[in-house]
């Protein structure tokens, strides 16, 4: 639904919100901040600010389904706000336009503002549980390719969405750190394997899904409904020690090549804002199977997605993070309402809070891979940087940073804030 909160002309008296990149008041984004020794409050982005929703409750300034929603994002969590469903969310979002519109008869207080950069982010909601998909063609093709040269796609892909249950309770928020894992790995000539850290440590782009009500255990979220148990999404990053990963994967698929750190961009750009830059789906290429009815449905998103690195070497000579790879969301063969309505079909339950990851989003071209296996053909081509220095894998001290950005002709483009993680030394084995 499209309303005066995606109006392209609308502006906000905080003035950095004006012409931000990310937070314009077009977006107005949810996340957990704390500042020094207080406890972590649900706050809204606008612009380098972020506004603590329950000081306006405090202040009397919401009423009805916003006073409701805030109530909900009292404490530092968002699932309960996300279990709502979309009214109270957008209710809230009409009120939050209000109090921060060039324009608005009533104004948040302005001592509700603090800048972002003062703060900590903590993870929006408590994740009861993980999944992530394998949504992106071009990324499982590749990976086929390189995994299985005769046999690239196995023949299930077209027919049902690819997932694994991951690990919630190891998911972070932007800038934790990636301390590097170690582990079992076996080079294809080796006899056996060895032990130690993993020397081909990955990062993969995907979106984060947020659930909003879930599905009680037993019964299906259908297709057509799905889109309302969305309540957001966010950048996330699937770290992959690939070496691990190449010698256990097989036949469970991954374990303990990605459940050591998942980085997820800290703010939920809600399905309200993402409204005005959904797209349909792009349709599949002749030949391919059309989804099983249970699976007909869905949109796209409009998200054009950035990776980049940074060295120590480009932080101390202060070069800017070098971009890796640019691509669409409009990449992925499955849309967000699919993956829904898949991971209930057999009556598992999602819960509010819970994260989906889509699977890897390349572009069909090299310059959109979203994994360095991808742009380094399996660690054999080393990347150039900027700084005449090289990478196939990351190493130590290296940065990497998601950006993402929904855009819409005639709209103002909304951004999600980093997905960041740098790459610290595995601990000593003793
Ligand atoms: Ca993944």
Same mark, same amino acid.
């Given at each position: 639904?499209?309303?005066?909160?995606?109006?392209?002309?609308?502006?906000?008296?905080?003035?950095?919100?004006?012409?931000?990149?990310?937070?314009?008041?077009?977006?107005?984004?949810?996340?957990?901040?704390?500042? $020094?020794?207080?406890?972590?409050?649900?706050?809204?982005?606008?612009? /380098?600010?972020?506004?603590?929703?329950?000081?306006?409750?405090?202040?009397?300034?919401?009423?009805?389904?916003?006073?409701?929603?805030?109530?909900?994002?009292?404490?530092?969590?968002?699932?309960?706000?996300?279990?709502?469903?979309?009214?109270?969310? #957008?209710?809230? #979002?009409? #009120?939050?336009?209000?109090?921060?519109?060039?324009?608005?008869? /009533?104004?948040?207080?302005?001592?509700?503002? %603090?800048?972002?950069?003062?703060?900590?982010?903590?993870?929006?909601?408590?994740?009861?549980?993980?999944? /992530?998909?394998?949504?992106?063609?071009?990324?499982?093709?590749?990976?086929? %390719?390189?995994?299985?040269?005769?046999?690239?796609?196995?023949?299930?892909?077209?027919?049902?969405?690819?997932?694994?249950?991951?690990?919630?309770?190891?998911?972070?928020?932007?800038?934790?750190?990636?301390?590097?894992?170690?582990?079992?790995?076996?080079?294809?000539?080796?006899?056996?394997?060895?032990?130690?850290?993993?020397?081909?440590?990955?990062?993969?782009? =995907?979106?984060?899904?947020?659930?909003?009500? @879930?599905?009680?255990?037993?019964?299906?979220?259908?297709?057509?409904?799905?889109?309302? *148990?969305?309540?957001?999404?966010?950048?996330?990053?699937?770290?992959?020690? #690939? /070496?691990?990963?190449?010698?256990?994967?097989?036949?469970?698929?991954?374990?303990?090549? %990605?459940?050591?750190?998942? &980085?997820?961009?800290?703010?939920?750009?809600?399905?309200?804002?993402?409204?005005?830059?959904?797209?349909?789906?792009?349709?599949?290429?002749?030949?391919?199977?059309?989804?099983?009815?249970?699976?007909?449905?869905?949109?796209?998103?409009?998200?054009?997605?950035?990776?980049?690195?940074?060295?120590?070497?480009?932080?101390?000579?202060?070069?800017?993070? *070098?971009?890796?790879?640019?691509? =669409?969301? &409009?990449?992925?063969?499955?849309?967000? =309402?699919?993956?829904?309505?898949?991971?209930?079909?057999?009556?598992?339950?999602?819960?509010?809070?819970?994260?989906? $990851?889509? @699977?890897?989003?390349?572009?069909?071209?090299?310059?959109?891979?979203?994994?360095?296996?991808?742009?380094?053909?399996?660690?054999? &081509?080393?990347?150039?940087?900027?700084?005449?220095?090289?990478?196939?894998?990351?190493?130590?001290?290296?940065?990497?940073?998601?950006?993402?950005?929904?855009?819409?002709?005639?709209?103002?483009?909304?951004?999600?804030?980093?997905?960041?993680?740098?790459?610290?030394?595995?601990?000593?084995?003793?």
């Amino acid at each position: 639904m499209i309303d005066a909160t995606h109006d392209p002309e609308a502006s906000s008296w905080v003035a950095s919100a004006n012409g931000h990149p990310d937070f314009p008041i077009q977006n107005l984004p949810l996340g957990v901040l704390s500042y $020094g020794t207080d406890s972590p409050r649900v706050v809204v982005a606008i612009g /380098d600010m972020a506004l603590d929703v329950g000081r306006l409750l405090s202040a009397g300034l919401l009423e009805g389904e916003a006073a409701l929603a805030a109530q909900m994002a009292s404490g530092q969590w968002l699932n309960a706000l996300f279990a709502m469903g979309a009214g109270p969310r #957008r209710a809230l #979002r009409t #009120r939050l336009f209000a109090l921060l519109s060039s324009k608005g008869r /009533d104004r948040a207080p302005e001592d509700a503002l %603090k800048p972002i950069a003062d703060g900590i982010v903590h993870l929006p909601a408590f994740i009861g549980d993980y999944t /992530d998909f394998y949504a992106g063609i071009h990324h499982a093709m590749n990976v086929g %390719k390189l995994f299985r040269p005769d046999n690239p796609l196995l023949p299930n892909y077209k027919h049902v969405p690819i997932g694994y249950h991951g690990r919630s309770s190891s998911v972070r928020p932007s800038g934790a750190p990636v301390v590097r894992p170690t582990g079992q790995r076996k080079s294809p000539d080796g006899d056996v394997p060895v032990f130690g850290p993993s020397q081909r440590l990955d990062y993969e782009l =995907e979106l984060g899904v947020w659930i909003g009500p @879930g599905n009680q255990l037993g019964s299906r979220i259908p297709i057509a409904s799905a889109a309302a *148990h969305i309540a957001g999404l966010s950048l996330l990053n699937d770290w992959s020690a #690939r /070496d691990l990963q190449a010698w256990e994967y097989q036949p469970l698929g991954p374990f303990l090549a %990605k459940s050591f750190i998942t &980085t997820v961009s800290p703010w939920v750009v809600t399905s309200e804002a993402l409204a005005a830059y959904r797209l349909p789906q792009p349709p599949r290429p002749d030949g391919d199977p059309a989804p099983l009815p249970y699976l007909a449905g869905g949109e796209a998103y409009a998200i054009e997605l950035d990776v980049l690195l940074e060295t120590p070497a480009m932080r101390e000579r202060k070069l800017a993070p *070098h971009r890796l790879s640019r691509t =669409e969301a &409009t990449n992925l063969y499955w849309t967000v =309402e699919q993956l829904v309505a898949h991971h209930t079909v057999n009556g598992c339950n999602l819960q509010a809070g819970d994260l989906l $990851g889509t @699977g890897t989003i390349s572009a069909p071209r090299a310059d959109g891979y979203g994994s360095l296996l991808e742009l380094t053909g399996g660690g054999k &081509t080393a990347l150039e940087l900027p700084s005449g220095e090289t990478r196939t894998f990351l190493q130590d001290g290296d940065t990497v940073i998601m950006r993402g950005r929904a855009h819409a002709p005639g709209r103002v483009s909304i951004g999600f804030g980093e997905c960041r993680g740098t790459v610290a030394p595995s601990p000593p084995v003793s």
